[in-house]
Nanobody, 121 residues
Framework: QVQLVESGGGLVQPGGSLRLSCAAS????????MGWYRQAPGKQRELVAS???????SYVNSVKGRFTISRDYTKNTVYLQMNSLKPEDTAVYYC???????????????WGQGTQVTVSS
């Protein structure tokens, strides 16, 4: 069983920054991708940023140039650096790992519990 534990959310003023972290409880044998999603009240969950096992990153248009996704395999952790935050970035942010925990394991998707990010003056 794998658990993903998120941290770093909170209340920040417009224009401010936050760094989200998501740590897996164990090392993966292989990772296809890691990602950050968000869900605002009354809206569908959307993919904000992702990074593949090979290191290719992608971002939703609304955060390009402001958010940066990165990873540290030695710590089984993925990060989301969020700069120039806007009120419309307010949402619950969820991390996501897709991969295999062992050589004989199936590829599975794991989710964090979510962390609230609120951008308000």
């Amino acid at each position: 069983q794998v658990q993903l534990v998120e941290s770093g959310g909170g209340l920040v003023q417009p224009g401010g920054s936050l760094r989200l972290s998501c740590a897996a409880s164990r090392r993966f044998f292989s990772i296809n991708a890691m990602g950050w999603y968000r869900q605002a009240p009354g809206k569908q969950r959307e993919l904000v940023a992702s990074i593949t096992g090979g290191g290719t990153t992608s971002y939703v248009n609304s955060v390009k140039g402001r958010f940066t996704i990165s990873r540290d395999y030695t710590k089984n952790t993925v990060y989301l650096q969020m700069n120039s935050l806007k009120p419309e970035d307010t949402a619950v942010y969820y991390c996501n790992f897709e991969g295999r925990v062992g050589a004989g394991s199936y590829t599975m998707t794991y989710w964090g519990q979510g962390t609230q990010v609120t951008v308000s003056s």
